[in-house]
């Protein structure tokens, strides 16, 4: 089955909403640092989060903040990869929890939100807003119904470190513009 094309998208490094992206990107990249290096005993932290929030979390921000900002790469395919494995990653984390409703609510919301990122950016969905409101919504979902009015000040770090990445991939989708060479 053949997706039509909608656009080809290219990354508009004049957008604010790029700008957004590579502070967020680099905010979260500095939390996690913080969080897992300064903050808490890499002795007290699980093996897949460990894994997963720290070192591929880390790696993850840290190379888009080099590629989007040093580098100047302008592959939008690669950036939507990095928001798909980024949502993978929330919910590895989420599994480890043990909260089924959690565990189903997110398998189900970060699939359908990764998926519908790399249609979006491969420009087989008309428009950009569904991708970007996808992830503002994991956001907000976050903000008022994960518990953190019971999270301590450290755990706040990592959990900004979370929103920080996924509210940069939906300014990630929103600096995409549309390329002149067609589609």
């Given amino acids: 089955m053949q997706l039509k094309k909608y656009a080809r998208y290219q990354v508009d490094f004049s957008s604010k909403w790029t700008t957004s992206f590579g502070v967020l990107m680099g905010l979260s990249f500095f939390l996690r640092i913080v969080y897992y290096f300064g903050l808490k005993s890499l002795r007290d932290v699980g093996f897949i989060e460990l894994l997963t929030s720290a070192l591929v979390g880390i790696i993850l921000c840290g190379g888009t ?37 959690r565990i189903i609510l997110a398998l189900v919301w970060y699939t359908l939100t990764a998926v519908i990122l790399l249609i979006t950016v491969s420009g087989n969905l008309p428009g950009r807003l569904l991708a970007a409101l996808m992830f503002a919504v994991c956001v907000i979902v976050r903000l008022l119904f994960f518990d953190l009015g019971h999270l301590g000040i450290i755990s706040w770090v990592k959990e900004l470190a979370v929103l920080s990445s996924l509210s940069a991939v939906a300014c990630f989708v929103m600096g995409l513009k549309p390329s002149k060479h067609g589609k």
Avoid: D, E, K, S
């Fill in 65 to 101: 903040v080099v590629m989007l900002n040093v580098l100047r790469r302008n592959a939008p395919g690669l950036y939507g990869i990095i928001g798909a494995v980024q949502c993978l990653l929330v919910f590895v984390v989420t599994c480890t929890t043990g909260n089924w409703g």
